[in-house]
Every structure is written in C-alpha cells, then in structure tokens.
C-alpha cells in the first residue's frame, strides 16, 4: 500500500483585465447621425460583481499555554500517500494552527491504530471504511472524522495486450489478489459483476508472477503499483479503478477516539482543518518540503515515485472530487456511507443490522476550509 497546494487568487488578476479591456459601444465607428436625432450616450460600464461572500475560515487558535503537542499515527511507511500530512508539518501549518505535530509512520510491524486505541496516539490515519465499520462491530471506541481520499486507489493491472477496457473483461483472466481482498473489495465484485474465486491466486505483493502471466491481472493501487510495474516490466498495463465502478467507501480516513471528541472537540477541529490545509498545499504548491520529509523518514522513496503518486492524485481524482470539490478535502455525506454499507452488507462483508452511522462524524468537516486554494485551472 503506497500513497501538492498554490493560493492563486486570481480574483484581483481578472477584475483588473476586467476593468482594462475596452468597453463596447454600440454604432462605434459608423457615421455621425443626423443633427434632429442626437446620438445616444455610450451605455454604462457595468456594474462591478459583488464579491463572493467570505468562504469558512478555519480555527487558528494557539492555546495560551503553547502549541498542543498531538500525535497522529499512519498506517505504513512514509509514502506521497500521505503528504498533506507530512506537508503541515514541514511548512509550519499545523504550528499556524497551534498545534505541535508529531507522525508515527506505520510499517509491517507496526500497529498504530492499537496505539491509538490505548490511548498512546490522538489521531490515527485508518486504511478504508470497512476498517470503520469494523471498529463498530468489535465496540472500538474509534470514531472517523475526516475523509481524505474521496475515491478508494484499488486498481487491477491488466497487460495491453489483454485489452481490458471493463471490469467484465477481466474474468476470464488468472487474478491476483490479497487476502485482505478477498475478504472485502473481492466479495462485492462477486456480489454485484458476479466474479469467481475460482479465477483467483494470492497475491504476495510480488509484482513477478503478473508480469510473467500475460493472462493475469493484479490488484494494486492506482497511486502505486502501475509505477512499480512500468519500472520492472518496461510496459505500462492497463488500469482500471474499482471507484469508477461503484466501490464508492471512502479512504486514508482520520480516527480519533470518542473520549477526545468530547474533551477536546476545539483542538481536533483545529487538526483537521490543518490537515485538510496541508493536502491542498501538497496537491497544487510547493510540496519540496513534504517530500524531503518523506524521503529522509523512507530511504527507499524515490523522486519519480513521488511525483508519479500526486500527478495520479490529481487525475484520478482520488483526493479532490466530488463533495470534495464544493466542501473541501476531507467531505463525507450520511448518504455515501449508507450506499457503500448497503453494498457491503449485501456482499456479506459486513452485517445488515450493524449501526454503521457510529463509525464516523461530519462534525469537523464539510466547512469549505481550504477551497480558495484550489488553483481555478488544473
């Protein structure tokens, strides 16, 4: 599992191109009018637009003891999946907001939700919703909070040559999958495309045995493992993300415990709007010292890897898209979530009666914070 923003306010720019472009006047350049019939005054410029009203501005109240220190947990090493966090600590966002951030990267062998949970981390960066739901199911006291990636990076990897243009054309094909997978994602494609785990074989995380079977195709994520492939196998495989599809859970979400959402709701709405803050800065600026950060906390991070995950970020819309784009990073609606359960519950993922609406809050999002950086082209 692998995962920039520039203020551009080009508000001033177009008013004042606005104001000095020539104002049409209608008969300019014909022939005078006869005496008995004076020419008629040039119309009035037009009125200038009434400013947009002021969008939400976030909470930027430093405690009077000093920053909060804060803890925030993700869950794998330190990957562009995970920039905008990193991006608020190292160009001082998260301290604009009063808040002393420390990340705990995760790893193979490391269990950062465990640490939340026992109370050693405040925030924790959870994988998907089903991770949510499951918190409910096992009386976790975990509550999601925000939603970074609108869109869930599952992918699966095809060779060009298979021609794989819909999810029915990979069928016939020899599949890679995870355990995970076929315990979630893989269960609703049996349910809704009707898919078999007859065609399925584990998937190791070993890119090998796709590459050598031209008639396989690979789970993945759309940030990640098409680079890894390209570099490997010198051919760039079809890709095909299971969002587009209907898998519509949300990703990369942040979890907070419910006793800190009732001791301390100021400092959380705090984090978050700074998160959501930094994920702008990482999409659409200058993203040089979220990067270094990642690079020195995984050695293993290459320069490439990560300007191939945010450019895939950015076309696939995985972070800002949908409600996303009017409400700003981080959105969830109660909608969304009872879609993608239904979905679940009728794959057998999940049980029909769990009360899935304890897995998450819209307490702290959906404020339009950070929308005015979003560059107006992209």
Do not use: C
């Amino acid at each position: 599992m692998s995962p920039a923003f520039l203020l551009r306010a080009l508000t001033g720019v177009l008013l004042a191109v606005a104001l000095a472009s020539p104002v049409h006047a209608s008969g300019h350049g014909a022939e005078k009018p006869a005496a008995e019939k004076p020419p008629e005054p040039p119309p009035r410029p037009p009125m200038p637009k009434k400013p947009p009203p002021p969008k939400v501005q976030p909470v930027r109240k430093v405690p009077e003891g000093g920053l909060d220190k804060v803890s925030f947990g993700t869950n794998w090493v330190a990957e562009a999946e995970h920039g905008g966090f990193f991006q608020a600590v190292a160009d001082g966002t998260y301290k604009a907001y009063g808040l002393d951030v420390s990340i705990v990267p995760g790893g193979p062998n490391v269990n950062n939700r465990a640490l939340l949970i026992a109370g050693k981390l405040d925030f924790f960066m959870t994988a998907n919703t089903l991770q949510s739901f499951d918190a409910v199911a096992n009386n976790v006291p975990v509550v999601a909070i925000a939603a970074i990636f609108q869109k869930d990076p599952q992918v699966f990897l095809s060779h060009p040559e298979s021609k794989v243009e819909t999810l029915d054309d990979l069928k016939p094909l020899t599949l890679f999958v995870s355990k995970e997978g076929i315990a979630s994602y893989f269960q609703w494609l049996k349910s809704e495309y009707g898919f078999s785990e007859a065609k399925v074989k584990p998937y190791t995380f070993n890119p090998q045995p796709f590459i050598i079977d031209r008639r396989s195709a690979m789970q993945g994520y759309v940030t990640s493992e098409p680079f890894t492939v390209e570099q490997a196998a010198k051919f760039k495989p079809n890709v095909l993300l299971l969002a587009d599809y209907g898998l519509n859970g949300y990703s990369t979400l942040i979890e907070t415990r419910r006793d800190m959402i009732d001791k301390n709701p100021e400092m959380i709405q705090r984090f978050v709007d700074a998160s959501i803050v930094g994920w702008y800065h990482y999409l659409y600026g200058d993203n040089s010292a979220g990067n270094a950060m990642i690079k020195k906390l995984n050695p293993e991070m290459t320069d490439a890897m990560l300007a191939y995950s945010v450019d895939k970020m950015k076309q696939y819309g995985i972070v800002d898209s949908g409600d996303a784009t009017k409400n700003g990073i981080g959105a969830m609606n109660d909608d969304r979530y009872a879609s993608f359960f239904d979905k679940m519950a009728r794959a057998g993922v999940v049980q029909r009666g769990l009360d899935f609406r304890k897995s998450y809050t819209l307490q702290f999002i959906n404020k339009g914070v950070g929308v005015d950086l979003r560059p107006t082209q992209q």
